[in-house]
């Protein structure tokens, strides 16, 4: 059984040339910074992925200030991609991401886990200290190591690539996130019938499948096929 492949990514700042020297990261420009990342993103994922940008895909506030190859690189972006929003990420961006089929949220919330863009809980400099695991950007590595409970999925921390959800979290957190995801991704896109083939958690017992719908509408018209 194929599970669903889901991948995670913060702060790319596509665009942003003084990034290079704020995080010491190694391009020798914007220009080449912005194909690395690109090649990297879909090197590592597949059209079939969802793969959650946990904000600050860039800080240029509208798509002219980009310019057109710059533009089409984004467009070229695999995956089913979702934007958690950072500071960075105009309304502007937010929509013209929208129009290229990401879904747009700012925050994802479910059971032992949050997915958010800023580590720190909201107007503070405290960072959470619940029991949920925090997973987020926005610090670049800055908070040190990945902890059990708090893990940066940004490009400064992941050599500049997205990182793959199996790899940072427990199995049993696995099943969760990816139940939630895919959930939330089918509601966000609209009707579009049966889009997953995933795997959700019952109990204990794991491989127990579930066909997710977009509505209720699809689940009734599905079961009439």
Not at 16 to 45: G, L, Q, T
Not at 85 to 103: E, V
Not at 138 to 164: C, E, M, W
């Amino acid at each position: 059984m194929t599970l669903q492949n889901i991948w995670l990514v913060s702060d790319t700042h596509i665009n942003h040339a003084n990034i290079i020297k704020y995080c010491d990261r190694p391009f020798s420009d914007v220009n080449v910074m912005n194909e690395e990342i690109v090649a990297a993103w879909n090197k590592a994922v597949q059209d079939d992925d969802i793969i959650v940008h946990t904000g600050d895909f860039t800080i240029a506030r509208r798509p002219s200030q980009l310019g057109l190859k710059t533009l089409e690189l984004i467009a070229s972006l695999k995956g089913r991609k979702v934007l958690v929003y950072g500071n960075h990420d105009s309304k502007h961006f937010q929509q013209h991401l929208k129009s290229l089929g990401w879904c747009v949220m700012p925050e994802i919330l479910g059971d032992g886990f949050r997915i958010i863009h800023s580590p720190y809980k909201p107007r503070t400099r405290e960072l959470y200290d619940d029991n949920l695991v925090t997973i987020h950007g926005h610090s670049h590595g800055s908070l040190g190591l990945n902890t059990a409970q708090r893990i940066d999925v940004g490009i400064d921390v992941f050599k500049y690539r997205p990182v793959n959800l199996t790899d940072i979290v427990s199995k049993e957190l696995y099943y969760k996130i990816m139940h939630k995801i895919t959930n939330l991704y089918a509601k966000e896109m609209g009707c579009l019938g049966v889009i997953f083939d995933t795997v959700v958690m019952c109990g204990e017992l794991y491989g127990t499948t579930e066909r997710v719908y977009c509505s209720e509408s699809c689940w009734e018209n599905a079961k009439g096929k």
